[in-house]
């Protein structure tokens, strides 16, 4: 009798007809096969082995770079299930519309059964997913990005728990391209895309999308967060989660060099992108890592801006979209290296300075969380990381400060609601159209953000200790445009006050919308920054505030009825706070 797997198998291999099938076990001789058969195929192109030994380039589709938001789609029965946030197709119609696609898209084709989990092997909290793929590239990267293969049909047995996606690179016309998520089903289908957002179903697909429609029925939490580990002198770590959007610094946060490792306080790193947290047996909030590596934006990223990221990317690393030197390296704008003579663009062209940028905007690198100088001895723990704080953080010019406390979990809640980062002329013609992202989940929440916010405000009182809910901007420039914090290894003194205030040893102001530090609650020592500069990045005015509440609201408007009452009150408290505040809070 056959096992659901096996069924499920069978009725793809009918629907897309390969040449052959391929069950994927996760052992090197297979990652070698698999690579040899692209660098055969020009699928892979070889880096210079003696620097980035086992690592290469591989580019996709110029037409095909990004996560598709207008092509993603949530299919549930009720549209207002999904929400106003989301692109809606009820279930019917999506798979007539898709299915026929998927017929015989495999033809001449390799299938890959990719058994795979997310989470830590032995973790009960982790999840077991399977994608049928006609990519090796696909493949290659599961096997980097979860614990793909034989730990995966281990512990699944022959039982259905599992979540079944199909995924077909189709013809890679983007209109013919859709990522569909059945979340009442718990299936995922993505054709016609082989970029990782889109094709590396463990990712954004299962461990957030579907992921979140489950948390929610099953009181966990699936968030686009960081989790790292704040070590400080006495050898204490304190583990921290942390929501931004794209351009925010999230992985050069979770792996960041501190500035204070001479004081002892060191940064740790659990996860970067993606934090499942549960309420343990004591009441306290802990976090797994659904991911085994790094998908990251390859542009900006240097030996200071992230130098644990380029040292684990030296070895049995996937480069995509990057430029390639005449050395056969990876280039991208921002690694530092000037570019070079003889230096191929990310389309496989000869690049001259003049000719547009070397490496795609978004490229990309795959590693292993397990290259990574910075990597947690705990990454791996089972029964996940205790949690002791929560951040939210966004790109404001003007608006937010440094860092502010919530005054309860509803306020924080509200705080990682109202999220919000503002774009830039290079990506608008605009400057300051602030785009809101709440908890850095909008393209992420697998239903109606409405009763996502709920689910957060009924998490709290399940929890004995709720963490404590901060906000952080690095980004507040002066009247000149620069920026006037440095950021990233000094961002650790922005850490430190939170673990204060955790420990109860900070001092704080209050404010309209929360606590700020005090002037000399910050560890500054060594830093250069005037008390002039110190006190506008505190700063609160209430005036602007309350053209931002007033945004805020109209961004509710669009949840209706369905806008949970607590938000609402805390909306209102907020506008109350701030009418009585008409002079500028330091």
Same mark, same amino acid.
């Given at each position: 009798?056959?096992?659901? #797997?096996?069924?499920?198998?069978?009725?793809?291999?009918?629907?897309?007809?390969?040449?052959?099938?391929?069950?994927?076990?996760?052992?090197?001789?297979?990652?070698?096969?698999?690579?040899?058969?692209?660098?055969?195929?020009?699928?892979?192109?070889?880096?210079?082995?003696?620097?980035?030994?086992?690592?290469?380039?591989?580019?996709?589709?110029?037409?095909?770079?990004?996560?598709?938001?207008?092509?993603?789609?949530?299919?549930?029965?009720?549209?207002?299930?999904?929400?106003?946030?989301?692109?809606?197709?009820?279930?019917?119609?999506?798979?007539?519309?898709?299915?026929?696609?998927?017929?015989?898209?495999?033809?001449?084709?390799?299938?890959?059964?990719?058994?795979?989990?997310?989470?830590?092997?032995?973790?009960?909290?982790?999840?077991?997913?399977?994608?049928?793929?006609?990519?090796?590239?696909? /493949?290659?990267?599961?096997?980097?990005?979860?614990?793909?293969?034989?730990?995966?049909?281990?512990?699944?047995?022959?039982?259905?728990?599992?979540?079944?996606?199909?995924?077909?690179?189709?013809?890679?016309?983007?209109?013919?391209?859709?990522?569909?998520?059945?979340?009442?089903?718990?299936?995922?289908?993505?054709?016609?895309? %082989?970029?990782?957002?889109?094709?590396?179903?463990?990712?954004?697909?299962?461990? #957030?999308?579907?992921?979140?429609?489950?948390?929610?029925?099953?009181?966990?939490?699936?968030?686009?967060?960081?989790?790292?580990?704040?070590?400080?002198?006495?050898?204490?770590?304190?583990?921290?989660?942390?929501?931004?959007?794209?351009?925010?610094?999230?992985?050069?946060?979770?792996?960041?060099?501190?500035?204070?490792?001479?004081? %002892?306080?060191?940064?740790?790193?659990?996860?970067?992108?993606?934090?499942?947290?549960?309420?343990?047996?004591?009441?306290?909030?802990?976090?797994?890592?659904?991911?085994?590596?790094?998908?990251?934006?390859?542009?900006?990223?240097?030996?200071?801006?992230?130098?644990?990221?380029?040292?684990?990317?030296?070895?049995?690393?996937?480069?995509?979209?990057?430029?390639?030197?005449?050395?056969?390296?990876?280039?991208?704008?921002?690694?530092?290296?000037?570019?070079?003579?003889?230096?191929?663009?990310?389309? %496989?062209?000869?690049?001259?300075?003049?000719?547009?940028?070397?490496?795609?905007?978004?490229?990309?690198?795959?590693?292993?969380?397990?290259?990574?100088?910075?990597?947690?001895?705990?990454?791996?723990?089972?029964?996940?990381?205790?949690?002791?704080?929560?951040?939210?953080?966004?790109?404001?010019?003007?608006? /937010?400060?440094?860092?502010?406390?919530?005054?309860?979990?509803?306020?924080?809640?509200?705080?990682?609601?109202?999220?919000?980062?503002?774009?830039?002329?290079?990506?608008?013609?605009?400057?300051?159209?602030?785009?809101?992202?709440?908890?850095?989940?909008?393209?992420?929440?697998?239903?109606?953000?409405?009763?996502?916010?709920?689910?957060?405000?009924?998490?709290?009182?399940?929890?004995?200790?709720?963490?404590?809910?901060?906000?952080?901007?690095?980004?507040?420039?002066?009247?000149?445009?620069?920026?006037?914090?440095?950021?990233?290894?000094?961002?650790?003194?922005?850490?430190?006050?939170?673990?204060?205030?955790?420990?109860?040893?900070?001092?704080?102001?209050?404010?309209?919308?929360?606590?700020?530090?005090?002037?000399?609650?910050?560890?500054?020592?060594?830093?250069?920054?005037?008390?002039?500069?110190?006190?506008?990045?505190?700063?609160?005015?209430?005036?602007?505030?309350?053209?931002?509440?007033? /945004?805020?609201?109209?961004?509710?408007?669009?949840?209706?009825?369905?806008?949970?009452?607590?938000?609402?009150?805390?909306?209102?408290?907020?506008?109350?706070?701030?009418?009585?505040?008409?002079?500028?809070?330091?």
């Amino acid at each position: 009798m056959s096992t659901p #797997l096996e069924n499920f198998v069978e009725e793809s291999a009918r629907l897309t007809k390969p040449s052959k099938i391929v069950w994927c076990d996760g052992s090197e001789a297979e990652n070698a096969r698999l690579a040899a058969n692209m660098l055969n195929d020009g699928t892979f192109i070889e880096l210079n082995q003696k620097t980035y030994k086992n690592s290469y380039l591989h580019r996709s589709n110029p037409n095909d770079v990004a996560r598709t938001e207008n092509l993603t789609f949530i299919c549930t029965h009720k549209k207002e299930d999904a929400g106003p946030t989301n692109n809606w197709m009820a279930p019917s119609e999506a798979k007539e519309k898709v299915r026929p696609l998927f017929a015989g898209a495999m033809k001449g084709r390799t299938m890959y059964v990719v058994p795979y989990v997310m989470g830590p092997a032995t973790s009960p909290y982790s999840k077991v997913g399977v994608e049928i793929t006609d990519s090796a590239y696909v /493949a290659a990267s599961m096997r980097i990005m979860s614990r793909m293969g034989k730990a995966a049909l281990d512990r699944l047995g022959d039982s259905d728990n599992f979540v079944p996606g199909l995924h077909s690179l189709g013809d890679l016309n983007p209109e013919r391209r859709f990522i569909l998520h059945f979340p009442e089903e718990k299936l995922i289908w993505s054709v016609g895309s %082989g970029y990782g957002g889109n094709a590396l179903l463990g990712k954004k697909c299962l461990a #957030l999308r579907i992921a979140s429609w489950m948390a929610r029925d099953q009181s966990w939490m699936a968030e686009h967060m960081l989790i790292l580990g704040l070590e400080d002198s006495s050898g204490k770590v304190t583990y921290m989660a942390a929501a931004f959007p794209s351009a925010c610094g999230k992985t050069n946060l979770a792996m960041m060099v501190s500035a204070l490792e001479n004081q %002892g306080y060191r940064v740790w790193t659990v996860g970067d992108d993606i934090a499942w947290m549960h309420v343990a047996s004591d009441g306290t909030l802990r976090a797994i890592n659904p991911e085994a590596g790094f998908f990251g934006v390859a542009p900006g990223t240097n030996a200071k801006t992230n130098p644990n990221v380029m040292t684990a990317v030296n070895k049995n690393t996937i480069f995509t979209n990057v430029a390639i030197t005449e050395s056969r390296e990876p280039w991208w704008e921002g690694i530092d290296a000037a570019p070079s003579d003889g230096m191929i663009n990310w389309k %496989g062209e000869p690049w001259t300075p003049g000719s547009g940028p070397a490496a795609q905007p978004n490229s990309r690198y795959t590693v292993p969380a397990l290259q990574s100088p910075s990597l947690s001895s705990h990454w791996e723990d089972p029964e996940g990381v205790p949690i002791s704080a929560l951040i939210f953080g966004g790109r404001r010019a003007r608006l /937010a400060p440094l860092v502010y406390e919530s005054n309860s979990w509803q306020h924080g809640v509200f705080v990682g609601a109202t999220m919000a980062s503002e774009t830039t002329a290079a990506a608008t013609g605009e400057v300051g159209v602030s785009r809101r992202d709440p908890m850095a989940m909008l393209p992420f929440c697998g239903y109606n953000m409405a009763d996502y916010f709920g689910h957060w405000l009924a998490m709290g009182p399940k929890l004995k200790n709720p963490p404590k809910i901060f906000h952080v901007n690095w980004f507040r420039q002066d009247a000149n445009g620069k920026f006037m914090w440095p950021g990233y290894g000094e961002n650790v003194r922005v850490l430190k006050w939170m673990l204060d205030r955790i420990e109860g040893r900070a001092a704080a102001t209050e404010t309209p919308i929360g606590n700020v530090p005090t002037p000399a609650s910050l560890t500054l020592d060594g830093l250069s920054i005037s008390r002039d500069t110190l006190d506008d990045l505190l700063r609160v005015d209430s005036g602007d505030w309350i053209a931002e509440d007033e /945004a805020v609201g109209k961004f509710f408007e669009k949840f209706g009825d369905r806008l949970p009452a607590a938000i609402c009150q805390e909306q209102k408290a907020l506008a109350t706070r701030l009418t009585r505040t008409s002079v500028v809070t330091k």
